[in-house]
Protein backbone atom coordinates (compact mmCIF):
# COMPACT_ATOMS: atom_id res chain seq x y z
CA UNK A 1 0.00 0.00 0.00
CA UNK A 2 1.25 3.14 -0.79
CA UNK A 3 2.41 5.24 2.10
CA UNK A 4 -0.27 8.91 2.91
CA UNK A 5 1.87 11.85 1.86
CA UNK A 6 0.59 15.33 2.46
CA UNK A 7 -0.35 17.61 -0.82
CA UNK A 8 2.28 20.70 -1.58
CA UNK A 9 0.37 23.76 -1.10
CA UNK A 10 -0.95 25.00 -5.00
CA UNK A 11 1.73 27.13 -6.61
CA UNK A 12 -0.37 30.38 -8.24
CA UNK A 13 1.70 32.33 -10.60
CA UNK A 14 2.71 35.96 -10.33
CA UNK A 15 0.14 38.49 -11.44
CA UNK A 16 2.40 39.81 -13.41
CA UNK A 17 2.55 36.62 -15.20
CA UNK A 18 -0.57 35.79 -15.60
CA UNK A 19 -2.14 34.89 -19.15
CA UNK A 20 -6.10 35.66 -19.08
CA UNK A 21 -8.63 36.50 -16.65
CA UNK A 22 -7.29 36.00 -12.82
CA UNK A 23 -10.92 34.32 -11.95
CA UNK A 24 -13.09 32.39 -13.93
CA UNK A 25 -16.78 31.26 -12.78
CA UNK A 26 -18.43 28.59 -15.00
CA UNK A 27 -22.07 27.39 -15.00
CA UNK A 28 -21.72 27.65 -10.65
CA UNK A 29 -24.48 25.90 -8.88
CA UNK A 30 -25.15 26.59 -5.39
CA UNK A 31 -28.42 24.85 -3.51
CA UNK A 32 -29.62 24.06 -0.40
CA UNK A 33 -31.62 21.05 0.61
CA UNK A 34 -34.42 22.48 3.17
CA UNK A 35 -37.52 21.15 4.61
CA UNK A 36 -39.42 22.90 1.96
CA UNK A 37 -37.28 22.27 -0.85
CA UNK A 38 -34.73 22.89 -2.81
CA UNK A 39 -33.32 25.81 -2.51
CA UNK A 40 -31.72 27.37 -5.54
CA UNK A 41 -29.64 30.61 -4.41
CA UNK A 42 -27.08 30.70 -7.10
CA UNK A 43 -28.65 28.90 -10.05
CA UNK A 44 -26.17 28.71 -13.31
CA UNK A 45 -23.91 31.87 -13.07
CA UNK A 46 -20.62 32.74 -15.43
CA UNK A 47 -18.90 35.85 -15.20
CA UNK A 48 -14.72 36.39 -15.00
CA UNK A 49 -12.42 39.18 -13.47
CA UNK A 50 -9.79 40.31 -14.97
CA UNK A 51 -6.27 41.46 -12.94
CA UNK A 52 -6.92 44.91 -11.51
CA UNK A 53 -10.39 45.24 -12.66
CA UNK A 54 -13.86 45.49 -10.54
CA UNK A 55 -16.66 43.34 -11.26
CA UNK A 56 -19.87 44.60 -9.81
CA UNK A 57 -22.42 42.27 -8.89
CA UNK A 58 -25.83 43.85 -8.25
CA UNK A 59 -29.23 43.10 -6.76
CA UNK A 60 -32.03 43.03 -4.45
CA UNK A 61 -31.74 41.25 -0.77
CA UNK A 62 -32.53 37.76 -1.70
CA UNK A 63 -31.00 37.44 -5.60
CA UNK A 64 -27.96 35.50 -4.34
CA UNK A 65 -25.03 38.02 -4.10
CA UNK A 66 -23.99 36.80 -0.76
CA UNK A 67 -24.20 33.16 -1.21
CA UNK A 68 -22.16 33.46 -4.51
CA UNK A 69 -19.12 35.14 -2.98
CA UNK A 70 -19.25 32.57 -0.60
CA UNK A 71 -19.24 29.56 -3.26
CA UNK A 72 -16.47 31.37 -4.77
CA UNK A 73 -14.54 31.07 -1.45
CA UNK A 74 -15.57 27.66 -0.63
CA UNK A 75 -17.56 29.15 2.99
CA UNK A 76 -20.34 26.94 2.46
CA UNK A 77 -22.22 25.07 5.38
CA UNK A 78 -20.63 21.60 5.53
CA UNK A 79 -23.93 19.47 4.83
CA UNK A 80 -27.20 19.99 3.38
CA UNK A 81 -25.39 22.01 0.32
CA UNK A 82 -25.27 21.09 -3.34
CA UNK A 83 -22.42 22.67 -5.08
CA UNK A 84 -20.88 22.40 -8.84
CA UNK A 85 -19.51 24.39 -11.91
CA UNK A 86 -16.02 25.50 -11.72
CA UNK A 87 -14.10 28.22 -10.16
CA UNK A 88 -10.14 28.87 -11.68
CA UNK A 89 -8.75 31.61 -9.75
CA UNK A 90 -5.21 32.24 -11.70
CA UNK A 91 -5.76 28.93 -13.60
CA UNK A 92 -6.41 26.79 -10.60
CA UNK A 93 -9.36 24.50 -10.02
CA UNK A 94 -10.77 26.02 -6.58
CA UNK A 95 -13.86 23.17 -6.64
CA UNK A 96 -11.95 20.64 -6.45
CA UNK A 97 -9.18 21.60 -3.53
CA UNK A 98 -10.63 20.24 -0.12
CA UNK A 99 -10.76 22.58 2.47
CA UNK A 100 -7.29 21.88 4.05
CA UNK A 101 -5.72 23.17 1.33
CA UNK A 102 -8.48 25.96 0.60
CA UNK A 103 -7.51 27.49 3.96
CA UNK A 104 -4.02 27.90 2.05
CA UNK A 105 -5.31 29.91 -0.31
CA UNK A 106 -7.44 31.96 2.12
CA UNK A 107 -6.31 35.39 2.69
CA UNK A 108 -2.48 34.92 0.12
CA UNK A 109 -4.80 33.93 -2.81
CA UNK A 110 -8.44 35.42 -2.38
CA UNK A 111 -9.63 37.14 0.90
CA UNK A 112 -13.32 38.80 1.63
CA UNK A 113 -14.53 41.57 3.24
CA UNK A 114 -17.79 40.04 5.28
CA UNK A 115 -20.57 42.77 5.10
CA UNK A 116 -21.33 43.21 8.78
CA UNK A 117 -17.77 43.73 11.03
CA UNK A 118 -19.60 43.62 14.55
CA UNK A 119 -20.38 39.95 13.81
CA UNK A 120 -17.46 39.09 11.69
CA UNK A 121 -15.08 40.45 14.34
CA UNK A 122 -14.35 38.55 17.25
CA UNK A 123 -15.17 40.48 20.46
CA UNK A 124 -13.41 39.27 23.09
CA UNK A 125 -10.19 39.63 20.71
CA UNK A 126 -8.11 42.63 20.49
CA UNK A 127 -7.91 44.39 17.39
CA UNK A 128 -3.99 43.58 17.03
CA UNK A 129 -4.61 39.80 17.17
CA UNK A 130 -7.01 38.88 15.24
CA UNK A 131 -4.70 41.43 12.25
CA UNK A 132 -1.81 39.11 13.02
CA UNK A 133 -3.33 36.07 13.31
CA UNK A 134 -2.72 35.22 9.97
CA UNK A 135 0.53 37.19 9.59
CA UNK A 136 1.90 34.89 11.73
CA UNK A 137 -0.06 31.73 10.97
CA UNK A 138 0.15 32.15 6.70
CA UNK A 139 2.92 34.71 6.03
CA UNK A 140 5.54 33.39 8.68
CA UNK A 141 6.42 36.51 10.56
CA UNK A 142 7.67 36.62 13.93
CA UNK A 143 5.64 38.78 17.05
CA UNK A 144 7.35 42.42 15.95
CA UNK A 145 6.73 41.70 12.91
CA UNK A 146 3.39 40.95 12.92
CA UNK A 147 2.93 43.74 14.85
CA UNK A 148 5.13 46.14 12.63
CA UNK A 149 2.75 45.45 9.78
CA UNK A 150 -0.69 45.59 11.19
CA UNK A 151 0.23 48.89 12.48
CA UNK A 152 1.24 49.94 9.18
CA UNK A 153 -2.48 48.22 7.41
CA UNK A 154 -4.30 50.17 10.11
CA UNK A 155 -2.51 53.20 8.83
CA UNK A 156 -2.82 52.41 5.12
CA UNK A 157 -6.61 52.38 5.70
CA UNK A 158 -6.97 55.70 7.66
CA UNK A 159 -7.59 54.95 10.83
CA UNK A 160 -5.91 57.49 13.75
CA UNK A 161 -4.14 56.59 16.31
CA UNK A 162 -3.55 52.95 15.00
CA UNK A 163 -0.84 52.20 17.99
CA UNK A 164 -3.99 52.62 19.97
CA UNK A 165 -6.54 50.90 18.26
CA UNK A 166 -4.43 48.03 18.01
CA UNK A 167 -5.17 47.38 21.73
CA UNK A 168 -9.00 47.96 20.93
CA UNK A 169 -11.88 45.32 21.23
CA UNK A 170 -14.12 45.48 18.43
CA UNK A 171 -16.74 47.42 20.14
CA UNK A 172 -14.85 50.09 21.16
CA UNK A 173 -14.45 51.14 17.33
CA UNK A 174 -17.11 53.39 15.29
CA UNK A 175 -18.74 51.27 12.57
CA UNK A 176 -16.54 52.81 10.08
CA UNK A 177 -13.37 51.87 11.61
CA UNK A 178 -14.43 48.31 12.30
CA UNK A 179 -15.18 48.50 8.59
CA UNK A 180 -11.53 49.69 7.94
CA UNK A 181 -10.50 46.73 10.79
CA UNK A 182 -12.24 44.41 8.39
CA UNK A 183 -10.10 45.40 5.79
CA UNK A 184 -6.96 45.57 7.16
CA UNK A 185 -7.78 42.04 7.91
CA UNK A 186 -8.65 41.01 4.36
CA UNK A 187 -5.49 42.90 2.78
CA UNK A 188 -2.80 41.36 5.55
CA UNK A 189 -1.40 39.33 3.28
CA UNK A 190 -1.85 40.46 -0.05
CA UNK A 191 -4.53 38.83 -1.92
CA UNK A 192 -4.46 38.46 -5.60
CA UNK A 193 -8.59 38.90 -5.43
CA UNK A 194 -11.15 40.59 -2.80
CA UNK A 195 -14.82 40.27 -2.12
CA UNK A 196 -16.40 42.91 -1.15
CA UNK A 197 -19.76 42.14 0.19
CA UNK A 198 -21.63 45.16 0.69
CA UNK A 199 -18.99 46.93 2.65
CA UNK A 200 -20.62 49.93 2.78
CA UNK A 201 -23.83 48.46 4.45
CA UNK A 202 -25.24 50.66 7.75
CA UNK A 203 -22.72 53.26 7.17
CA UNK A 204 -23.31 56.84 6.61
CA UNK A 205 -22.70 58.66 3.01
CA UNK A 206 -19.87 60.21 3.82
CA UNK A 207 -17.91 57.05 5.31
CA UNK A 208 -19.13 55.08 2.50
CA UNK A 209 -17.26 56.85 0.07
CA UNK A 210 -14.28 57.10 2.21
CA UNK A 211 -14.61 53.39 2.50
CA UNK A 212 -14.96 52.68 -1.18
CA UNK A 213 -12.11 55.09 -2.00
CA UNK A 214 -9.75 53.11 0.02
CA UNK A 215 -10.69 49.96 -1.54
CA UNK A 216 -10.29 51.87 -5.36
CA UNK A 217 -6.66 53.05 -3.86
CA UNK A 218 -5.65 49.42 -2.39
CA UNK A 219 -6.44 47.51 -5.59
CA UNK A 220 -4.79 50.31 -7.13
CA UNK A 221 -1.58 49.70 -4.91
CA UNK A 222 -1.39 45.94 -5.34
CA UNK A 223 -3.05 45.41 -8.74
CA UNK A 224 -5.81 43.17 -7.23
CA UNK A 225 -9.03 41.73 -8.49
CA UNK A 226 -12.15 42.81 -6.90
CA UNK A 227 -15.91 41.49 -6.66
CA UNK A 228 -18.19 44.86 -4.92
CA UNK A 229 -21.21 43.16 -4.14
CA UNK A 230 -24.15 45.76 -3.63
CA UNK A 231 -27.92 46.38 -4.27
CA UNK A 232 -26.89 50.10 -4.87
CA UNK A 233 -26.44 50.81 -8.98
CA UNK A 234 -25.20 54.60 -7.91
CA UNK A 235 -22.53 52.93 -5.82
CA UNK A 236 -21.20 50.82 -8.83
CA UNK A 237 -22.05 53.57 -11.37
CA UNK A 238 -18.52 54.76 -10.68
CA UNK A 239 -17.02 52.35 -8.90
CA UNK A 240 -16.61 49.30 -11.22
CA UNK A 241 -15.25 48.27 -14.87
CA UNK A 242 -18.14 45.49 -15.39
CA UNK A 243 -21.56 44.67 -13.77
CA UNK A 244 -23.34 41.93 -13.19
CA UNK A 245 -27.42 42.09 -12.23
CA UNK A 246 -28.56 39.17 -10.48
CA UNK A 247 -32.12 37.85 -9.47
CA UNK A 248 -33.26 35.09 -7.81
CA UNK A 249 -29.96 32.87 -8.16
CA UNK A 250 -29.44 33.92 -12.34
CA UNK A 251 -27.78 36.03 -14.14
CA UNK A 252 -30.43 38.42 -16.23
CA UNK A 253 -27.79 41.58 -17.59
CA UNK A 254 -24.14 41.47 -17.86
CA UNK A 255 -21.86 43.73 -19.44
CA UNK A 256 -19.32 46.62 -19.10
CA UNK A 257 -20.63 49.42 -16.82
CA UNK A 258 -20.98 51.76 -19.20
CA UNK A 259 -22.67 49.88 -21.82
CA UNK A 260 -25.04 48.83 -19.63
CA UNK A 261 -26.03 52.24 -18.20
CA UNK A 262 -25.94 53.48 -21.80
CA UNK A 263 -28.10 50.29 -23.32
CA UNK A 264 -30.18 48.74 -20.93
CA UNK A 265 -32.20 45.89 -22.05
CA UNK A 266 -33.39 43.91 -18.94
CA UNK A 267 -36.65 45.16 -17.48
CA UNK A 268 -35.36 44.74 -14.09
CA UNK A 269 -32.14 46.85 -14.65
CA UNK A 270 -34.08 49.58 -15.87
CA UNK A 271 -36.93 48.88 -12.75
CA UNK A 272 -33.52 49.45 -10.27
CA UNK A 273 -32.44 52.54 -12.24
CA UNK A 274 -35.68 53.94 -11.64
CA UNK A 275 -35.86 53.46 -7.80
CA UNK A 276 -32.48 55.16 -7.25
CA UNK A 277 -33.59 58.34 -5.49
CA UNK A 278 -32.99 61.90 -7.59
CA UNK A 279 -31.81 65.26 -6.99
CA UNK A 280 -33.67 67.30 -9.18
CA UNK A 281 -37.34 65.10 -7.54
CA UNK A 282 -38.86 67.65 -5.40
CA UNK A 283 -38.93 67.18 -1.57
CA UNK A 284 -40.94 64.51 -0.02
CA UNK A 285 -41.25 62.55 -3.18
CA UNK A 286 -42.19 59.05 -3.10
CA UNK A 287 -39.51 56.58 -4.34
CA UNK A 288 -40.55 54.61 -7.55
CA UNK A 289 -40.20 51.11 -5.51
CA UNK A 290 -40.73 47.40 -7.76
CA UNK A 291 -43.72 46.32 -7.10
CA UNK A 292 -44.50 42.72 -5.46
CA UNK A 293 -41.59 40.35 -3.74
CA UNK A 294 -38.98 38.29 -5.43
CA UNK A 295 -39.86 34.68 -5.93
CA UNK A 296 -39.38 32.20 -3.26
CA UNK A 297 -36.29 30.26 -4.47
CA UNK A 298 -37.33 26.83 -3.09
CA UNK A 299 -40.71 27.30 -5.74
CA UNK A 300 -39.71 29.12 -8.89
CA UNK A 301 -42.83 29.84 -11.14
CA UNK A 302 -41.99 28.23 -14.92
CA UNK A 303 -40.73 30.56 -17.42
CA UNK A 304 -39.05 34.08 -16.27
CA UNK A 305 -39.09 34.68 -13.20
CA UNK A 306 -39.31 38.25 -13.08
CA UNK A 307 -42.43 37.42 -14.79
CA UNK A 308 -45.09 38.41 -11.66
CA UNK A 309 -43.07 41.97 -11.42
CA UNK A 310 -42.52 42.71 -15.22
CA UNK A 311 -44.28 45.78 -17.16
CA UNK A 312 -43.54 44.35 -20.65
CA UNK A 313 -45.11 40.41 -19.34
CA UNK A 314 -46.09 38.41 -22.09
CA UNK A 315 -47.80 34.96 -21.91
CA UNK A 316 -44.83 33.68 -23.22
CA UNK A 317 -42.62 34.89 -20.17
CA UNK A 318 -44.74 33.01 -17.94
CA UNK A 319 -44.60 29.71 -19.98
CA UNK A 320 -40.85 29.61 -21.68
CA UNK A 321 -37.67 30.84 -19.52
CA UNK A 322 -35.61 33.28 -21.44
CA UNK A 323 -31.45 32.33 -22.15
CA UNK A 324 -29.03 34.69 -21.65
CA UNK A 325 -28.96 36.81 -25.26
CA UNK A 326 -26.08 38.66 -26.84
CA UNK A 327 -27.03 42.18 -27.60
CA UNK A 328 -23.11 42.61 -28.77
CA UNK A 329 -20.04 44.34 -27.14
CA UNK A 330 -20.43 41.67 -24.28
CA UNK A 331 -23.25 42.67 -23.55
CA UNK A 332 -26.16 39.59 -22.33
CA UNK A 333 -29.62 39.74 -20.98
CA UNK A 334 -32.31 37.39 -19.81
CA UNK A 335 -35.53 38.64 -21.77
CA UNK A 336 -37.87 37.66 -24.61
CA UNK A 337 -39.06 41.95 -25.05
CA UNK A 338 -36.16 43.95 -24.13
CA UNK A 339 -36.22 47.72 -23.28
CA UNK A 340 -35.93 49.30 -26.06
CA UNK A 341 -36.49 47.26 -28.77
CA UNK A 342 -39.63 46.86 -31.11
CA UNK A 343 -40.90 43.76 -29.64
CA UNK A 344 -40.28 45.78 -25.75
CA UNK A 345 -42.47 48.45 -27.02
CA UNK A 346 -44.92 46.86 -27.96
CA UNK A 347 -45.39 44.59 -24.89
CA UNK A 348 -45.22 47.67 -23.06
CA UNK A 349 -47.99 48.73 -24.63
CA UNK A 350 -50.20 46.10 -24.78
CA UNK A 351 -49.75 45.51 -20.76
CA UNK A 352 -50.91 49.56 -20.49
CA UNK A 353 -53.92 49.15 -23.02
CA UNK A 354 -55.03 46.12 -20.65
CA UNK A 355 -54.11 47.97 -17.63
CA UNK A 356 -51.80 45.53 -16.14
CA UNK A 357 -51.14 46.70 -12.64
CA UNK A 358 -46.96 46.38 -13.35
CA UNK A 359 -47.23 48.18 -16.23
CA UNK A 360 -49.38 51.05 -14.77
CA UNK A 361 -47.25 51.04 -11.61
CA UNK A 362 -44.11 51.28 -13.84
CA UNK A 363 -45.27 54.37 -15.95
CA UNK A 364 -47.01 56.34 -13.60
CA UNK A 365 -45.29 59.83 -12.38
CA UNK A 366 -43.92 59.87 -8.95
CA UNK A 367 -46.04 61.37 -6.24
CA UNK A 368 -46.18 63.20 -3.35
CA UNK A 369 -47.22 61.46 0.88
CA UNK A 370 -50.19 63.66 -0.02
CA UNK A 371 -51.59 62.09 -3.23
CA UNK A 372 -50.09 65.18 -5.04
CA UNK A 373 -48.20 65.05 -8.48
CA UNK A 374 -44.73 66.83 -8.29
CA UNK A 375 -44.72 70.41 -9.02
CA UNK A 376 -43.28 71.68 -12.69
CA UNK A 377 -39.99 72.86 -12.24
CA UNK A 378 -39.85 76.71 -12.19
CA UNK A 379 -39.72 78.97 -15.06
CA UNK A 380 -36.52 80.25 -15.84
CA UNK A 381 -36.35 84.71 -14.77
CA UNK A 382 -37.48 86.90 -17.83
CA UNK A 383 -34.28 87.59 -20.28
CA UNK A 384 -33.00 83.98 -20.11
CA UNK A 385 -32.75 80.82 -21.78
CA UNK A 386 -33.67 77.61 -20.50
CA UNK A 387 -31.21 74.98 -20.42
CA UNK A 388 -32.34 71.93 -22.92
CA UNK A 389 -33.42 69.20 -21.84
CA UNK A 390 -31.04 66.05 -21.31
CA UNK A 391 -31.36 63.62 -23.91
CA UNK A 392 -32.72 60.09 -23.31
CA UNK A 393 -30.60 57.13 -24.81
CA UNK A 394 -32.95 55.18 -27.17
CA UNK A 395 -32.25 51.78 -25.14
CA UNK A 396 -34.50 53.52 -22.52
CA UNK A 397 -36.84 55.03 -23.87
CA UNK A 398 -40.45 53.84 -23.76
CA UNK A 399 -43.66 55.11 -25.66
CA UNK A 400 -46.94 55.87 -25.05
CA UNK A 401 -49.46 53.80 -25.53
CA UNK A 402 -52.12 54.81 -28.74
CA UNK A 403 -55.37 53.88 -26.17
CA UNK A 404 -56.81 56.64 -23.82
CA UNK A 405 -56.48 54.51 -20.61
CA UNK A 406 -52.63 54.52 -20.99
CA UNK A 407 -50.55 57.00 -18.94
CA UNK A 408 -47.61 57.75 -20.72
CA UNK A 409 -44.32 56.36 -19.89
CA UNK A 410 -41.66 58.49 -17.93
CA UNK A 411 -38.25 58.43 -19.84
CA UNK A 412 -35.30 57.27 -18.33
CA UNK A 413 -32.71 60.18 -17.23
CA UNK A 414 -29.40 59.58 -18.73
CA UNK A 415 -26.42 58.51 -16.46
CA UNK A 416 -24.96 61.44 -16.08
CA UNK A 417 -28.56 62.94 -14.59
CA UNK A 418 -28.33 60.25 -12.18
CA UNK A 419 -25.01 60.52 -10.36
CA UNK A 420 -24.03 64.09 -11.22
CA UNK A 421 -22.92 64.12 -7.46
CA UNK A 422 -21.38 61.70 -5.25
CA UNK A 423 -23.42 58.02 -5.42
CA UNK A 424 -26.17 57.50 -3.19
CA UNK A 425 -27.00 56.20 -0.15
CA UNK A 426 -27.99 52.82 -0.02
CA UNK A 427 -31.40 52.45 -1.12
CA UNK A 428 -32.90 49.11 0.05
CA UNK A 429 -34.15 47.53 -2.99
CA UNK A 430 -37.00 45.09 -2.34
CA UNK A 431 -37.07 42.86 0.79
CA UNK A 432 -34.85 40.10 2.60
CA UNK A 433 -35.85 36.41 1.50
CA UNK A 434 -34.27 33.89 3.40
CA UNK A 435 -32.24 31.11 2.20
CA UNK A 436 -30.47 33.45 -0.92
CA UNK A 437 -28.26 36.43 1.15
Known sequence: MTPWRRRLPVAFPEVSELEGPLLEVEDLHTHFRTPRGLVRAVDGVSFSVGRGRTLGVVGESGSGKTVLT???????????????????????????LPPAELRDVWGLQVAMVFQDPMTALNPVVRVERQITESLRLRVGLDRKGAHDT???LLTSVGIPAPERRLRNYPHELSGGMRQRVMIAIALACGPRLLLAD?????????????????????????????????HDLGVVASRTDDIVVMYAGRVVEQAATAELFAHTRMPYTEALLRSIPRL???????????????????????????????PYVQARCEAEEPPLRSA??????????????????????????????????FTAAPSRPDGQAPAPPEAPPPGTVAPPA??????????????????????????????????????GHGPATPGAG
Open 70 to 96: RSIMGLLPGSNVERSGTVRLSGHELTA
Open 280 to 310: ADPSHTRLRAIPGRPPDLAATPPGCRFAPRC
Open 328 to 361: GHGHLFRCWYPVGSTEGDEALARNLAARVPAALA
Open 198 to 230: EPTTGLDVTVQAQILDLLAAQQRERSMGMILVT
Open 150 to 152: ALA
Open 390 to 427: PAVPAATTTPAATTPAATTPAPTPKVDSLWATSPPADS
